[in-house]
T-cell receptor, first 108, second 116 residues
Framework: RKEVEQDPGPFNVPEGATVAFNCTYSNSASQSFFWYRQDCRKEPKLLMSVYSSGNEDGRFTAQLNRASQYISLLIRDSKLSDSATYLCGGGSQGNLIFGKGTKLSVKP | DVKVTQSSRYLVKRTGEKVFLECVQD?????MFWYRQDPGLGLRLIYF???????EKGDIPEGYSVSREKKERFSLILESASTNQTSMYLC???????????????FGPGTRLTVL
């Protein structure tokens, strides 16, 4: 199957920092893209859908670049509670391929 | 809110046992999925189903089978459990493509299976 790649990290950042994750996908036919958050020993939970025009939800901004085949997630003003693993997923026809996740650790 | 439930959070089985993992969703989703998640390997798709009685192989179907007799229920079966099937098993569901613009998948809490 086509791949989705993301930097595994860990990203260690201080509180208040801005951090960005990228995720590249190889299947140009992919139509839907998502960011999920996964806490240790828990299930992935949907953080944001990624729209073609980009979207923002509070401190989180997601972007899609179809020409370069990547999606990004920007977290502003990082909180300790943002510490988690962030998974990107992309696909079509309801079938998603997920990256292996990027671990974020926000320190006081 | 979408609710996806799995029959057990933790399960310990012996090599050679037949294991059933059950998943139920309450949001009338057509699509259901079974993944396993292992450190460093991410989420790997085992099987999925787009409708009752339908099933499709994912990336790693060997050693597994599935059953979808009702729309809300998707079962994963390990015919003869082996130690290399020790893993976290996650079920997910989503709306059919023709009912949604974005097919977000919603995950159950997972079953951590240990095969001794």
């Amino acid at each position: 199957r086509k791949e989705v790649e993301q930097d595994p990290g860990p990203f260690n950042v201080p509180e208040g920092a801005t951090v960005a994750f990228n995720c590249t996908y190889s299947n140009s036919a992919s139509q839907s893209f998502f960011w999920y958050r996964q806490d240790c020993r828990k299930e992935p939970k949907l953080l944001m859908s990624v729209y073609s025009s980009g979207n923002e939800d509070g401190r989180f901004t997601a972007q899609l670049n179809r020409a370069s085949q990547y999606i990004s997630l920007l977290i502003r003003d990082s909180k300790l509670s943002d510490s988690a693993t962030y998974l990107c997923g992309g696909g079509s026809q309801g079938n998603l391929i997920f990256g292996k996740g990027t671990k974020l650790s926000v320190k006081p | 809110d979408v609710k996806v439930t799995q029959s057990s959070r933790y399960l310990v089985k012996r090599t050679g046992e037949k294991v059933f993992l059950e998943c139920v969703q309450d949001m009338d989703h057509e699509n259901m999925f079974w993944y396993r998640q292992d450190p460093g390997l991410g989420l790997r798709l085992i099987y999925f189903s787009y409708d009752v009685k339908m099933k499709e192989k994912g990336d790693i179907p060997e050693g597994y089978s599935v059953s979808r007799e009702k729309k809300e229920r998707f079962s994963l079966i390990l015919e003869s459990a082996s130690t290399n099937q020790t893993s976290m098993y996650l079920c997910a569901s989503s709306l059919a493509t023709d009912r949604a613009t974005y097919n977000e998948q919603f995950f159950g809490p997972g079953t951590r299976l240990t095969v001794l």
